[in-house]
């Protein structure tokens, strides 16, 4: 994540005025950029951020792209490994007997 949104600046609005004006209050999202709260009973509920300030707080960046880079490189490194391969199977028969208990009527 590239930049932090300044949530602070948000314009609150309940969820029936937004239910009322929903297009101006989406007009005034998009072309002027504000970042809306949605309430409930007083109680914030969600955000409603412009599509810009989406893009710039969840695009991927450079540091992103290579973290997935070196995760795609290690993809498959156990394979072939006995032991690993062992756990693993021991591991999926406890997780199935369990799995069959909780399903058992009493």
Do not use: C, Q
């Not at 955000?47 to 695009?59: A, L, V």
């Amino acid at each position: 994540m590239s930049k932090s949104h300044d949530y602070k600046n948000a314009k609150p609005i309940s969820a029936t005025k937004l239910r009322d004006s929903l297009f101006t209050s989406l007009d005034n999202v998009y072309f002027k950029r504000e970042t809306l709260v949605v309430e409930k009973s007083g109680i914030p509920i969600a955000y409603i951020i412009s599509p810009k300030d989406y893009e710039s707080k969840y695009s991927v960046n450079k540091s992103d792209e290579d973290f997935f880079a070196a995760l795609e490189a290690t993809k498959g490194i156990w394979t072939g490994d006995k032991d690993f391969e062992k756990d693993a199977r021991r591991k999926r028969k406890i997780e199935l007997t369990a799995a069959k208990r909780r399903k058992k009527t009493w």
